[in-house]
C-alpha cells in the first residue's frame, strides 16, 4: 500500500490519471454525467473506472466482493462494463436519523457518528480512501471521479475527503458541473470560485452546463461571460436528457417525478417512510407502462384503489414502523388486507409485516421489541452482523428466474415461513399469508428480472412490456451518445494527458 503523507502527496509510484466532476450543488446531474462518460470512454476502447470518495445514501449496492457501496456507482461500474467493487466508493454514510449514520468504510460497517463526530474525525478516513483509489488506478487507463455536494460549503471544507481535500491528496483536475434548470447558473459557477482558495482553484481545469432546456444558442453568451470571468474553459453545455428516468433513481426525492401516479395502470402504492432505502427496487416498476406508481407521502392515505401496498426497506425499522403507525397507514394496509389486496415487504418492509420486532442489542437503538403490524405470522431479532450477499434463485408459483441481493441485519422465523414463496440458491425462503396475498423476503432488486416482474405483475392484473436490464443499457448508450455529442471529451482526455 502506498503511504499518504499530511501535505496530501504520495510517494513509492506514478499516480493515477483521472478527472473529477464536482458540483455547484446537489442533484445538478453528476452521477449521471460520470456514468455518461464512463460508458463513452468504454465504447471508444478506454479501460475506465468509477470513483467516489465519500457518498451519503441508503440505496446501496452489494458487490461482489462482499461489502456495499452507493448504488449511483454500481450503475456507473456497469457503464464500464465491470463489476462493482467496494474501492469505487470507500466511504460510504447511510443515515440512520436526522443528525447521525452508519459508517461504511471500505465496504463494511465501520461505526455510527453524529454529523458533528463526523465533521470532526472524516480526515482519519482519507488513507482509505486514498488506498482505494490507488488500488483502482492500477486496473484502468482513467478514474472518474464524482464529488458530493459541492466544493463551495466552505464550512465544510477542513478535513474534507469527498471534494476539493481529495482532490488536492491526490492531484486530480476537477471539471464544474453546474445547472442551469435551478436557475442562475452563472452565480453557481463563478460564485464557486470566488469563495475558493486559490490552491483548490488552482485544480479545476474548466467547467459545464448541464440540464439545458430549448435553443443552446442563446446561453452563448452566459457560458462566455462565464469563460472571461473565470478563465476556466468550457466543456459544453449538455441539453436536457429526456431518458434520464430509465436509469435507477440515486436519491428517494427523485422518485415521486419518476413514479407514473395518474395513470390507467394497476396502482401500486409505496408509503415514503422517513427511513426508507434500496428504493431502487421501484424502478423496472417505474418503467412499467401499464403500472401507476404512487409515492405516498406523509398526511395522506394509501389510496384505497391501490391493488398492491409496497413495504420497502429501512435504515431504521422500529423508527420507521412507528412513523407508519403515526401516519395512520397501520389502518390503510388492515383495511387494504381485508378487501383481498395484495402486500409485498421487502426486507424492513418484510419485518413490518410480523408479530414483532425485537432489537435486544440496541442495534437500531434502545434494546427493547415492538409489535409488527401481524399481517405475517412471523418474528424478527435484529443482530449487530450485516448480511451482505448476491443471491440467484426461482418464483415457486411461476417458475421464473429471479435474482437480487441481500443486505440486512436480523432473521426472521415463524409459521408463515412454513409457505416460502421463492427458492434462493435452491433453498426455501420468504414468507406467504394463507391466501397468497400478503408476501414478504429479505432479496432485494426483484423486480429487475423481468419474468419474475412479469409473472408477478399479471397476479394483481398488470401486463408488463418492458426489458428492464435491456432498457438500461440502452439508455447508457443513449447517453454515452449525447455525451459524444455534447460535452468536449476529447479535451477531457488532453486535460489528463491521453490526447
Excluded at 403490524?373 to 426461482?394: F, M, N, Q, W, Y
Aim: charged share 20%; with cysteine; glycine share 12%.
Amino acid at each position: 500500500m502506498r503511504l499518504f503523507f499530511a501535505g496530501g502527496r504520495r510517494e513509492g509510484s506514478e499516480l493515477a490519471k483521472a478527472i473529477m466532476i464536482q458540483g455547484t450543488g446537489s442533484n445538478v446531474g453528476k452521477s449521471m454525467i460520470v456514468a455518461g462518460i464512463l460508458r463513452a470512454l468504454h465504447l471508444r476502447g478506454i479501460k475506465v473506472r468509477p470513483f467516489k470518495p465519500q457518498n451519503m445514501s441508503n440505496n446501496a449496492a452489494v458487490t461482489a466482493d462482499g461489502g456495499e457501496i452507493g448504488r449511483a456507482q454500481a450503475l456507473q461500474a456497469r457503464a464500464c462494463g465491470v463489476s462493482p467493487h467496494t474501492d469505487m466508493n470507500p466511504v460510504l454514510l447511510k443515515p440512520e436519523t436526522a443528525t447521525g449514520a452508519q459508517i461504511i468504510v471500505q465496504g463494511r460497517v465501520a461505526g455510527h457518528q453524529d454529523a458533528r463526530a463526523f465533521g470532526a474525525n472524516k480526515k482519519t478516513l482519507l488513507p482509505a480512501v486514498v488506498d482505494s483509489f490507488d488500488r483502482l488506478g492500477q486496473q484502468c487507463d482513467l478514474i472518474v471521479v464524482e464529488g458530493a455536494g459541492s466544493p463551495a460549503e466552505t464550512n465544510l471544507r477542513a478535513g474534507d475527503i469527498a471534494n476539493m481535500g481529495f482532490a488536492r491528496a491526490c492531484e486530480v483536475p476537477v471539471i464544474l458541473l453546474g445547472d442551469i434548470d435551478r436557475g442562475g447558473v452563472i452565480a453557481q459557477i463563478v460564485g464557486t470560485q470566488a469563495v475558493l482558495s486559490d490552491a483548490d482553484n488552482a485544480l479545476i481545469k474548466g467547467f459545464c452546463v448541464n440540464k439545458f432546456r430549448g435553443d443552446r444558442t442563446l446561453f452563448d453568451a452566459g457560458r462566455d461571460d462565464i469563460v472571461q470571468r473565470t478563465g476556466w474553459r468550457s466543456f459544453g453545455v449538455i441539453p436536457w436528457f429526456n431518458a434520464a428516468a430509465r436509469l435507477p433513481a440515486e436519491d428517494v426525492m427523485d422518485l415521486p417525478a419518476r413514479a407514473r401516479s395518474g395513470g390507467t395502470g394497476v396502482v401500486i402504492a409505496v408509503p415514503q417512510l422517513p427511513s426508507i432505502s434500496n428504493f431502487d427496487d421501484l424502478d423496472p416498476l417505474c418503467s412499467e407502462p401499464n403500472v401507476d406508481l404512487r409515492m405516498v407521502t406523509a398526511g395522506n392515505t394509501i389510496p384505497a384503489e391501490a391493488d398492491l401496498i409496497l413495504l420497502l426497506g429501512s435504515k431504521a425499522t422500529v423508527s420507521d414502523l412507528t412513523a407508519l403507525r403515526a401516519t395512520g397507514w397501520d389502518i390503510d394496509i388492515a383495511a387494504h388486507i381485508r378487501r383481498g389486496g395484495h402486500v409485498m415487504g421487502l426486507c424492513g418492509g418484510y419485518q413490518m409485516l410480523g408479530h414483532s420486532i425485537s432489537d435486544p442489542g440496541g442495534v437500531e437503538g434502545p434494546a427493547g421489541t415492538v409489535m409488527g403490524l401481524g399481517h405475517l405470522d412471523v418474528e424478527t431479532i435484529l443482530a449487530p452482523v450485516k448480511k451482505l450477499s448476491l443471491r440467484v434463485g426461482r418464483h415457486q408459483q411461476s417458475a421464473t428466474s429471479l435474482q437480487g441481493y441481500e443486505i440486512h441485519m436480523g432473521s426472521t422465523t415463524g409459521r408463515d415461513c412454513e409457505r416460502p414463496w421463492i427458492e434462493l440458491d435452491g433453498t426455501p425462503d420468504g414468507a406467504s399469508n394463507r391466501s397468497g396475498t400478503v408476501l414478504g423476503c429479505y432479496l432485494h432488486g426483484i423486480f429487475a428480472s423481468d419474468a419474475f416482474r412479469a409473472a408477478y405483475l399479471a397476479q394483481v392484473g398488470a401486463v408488463s412490456t418492458v426489458l428492464y436490464e435491456q432498457q438500461v443499457e440502452e439508455t447508457l448508450n443513449d447517453l454515452a451518445a449525447h455525451l459524444e455529442r455534447y460535452f468536449d471529451l476529447d479535451l477531457l482526455l488532453e486535460t489528463v494527458g491521453l490526447g
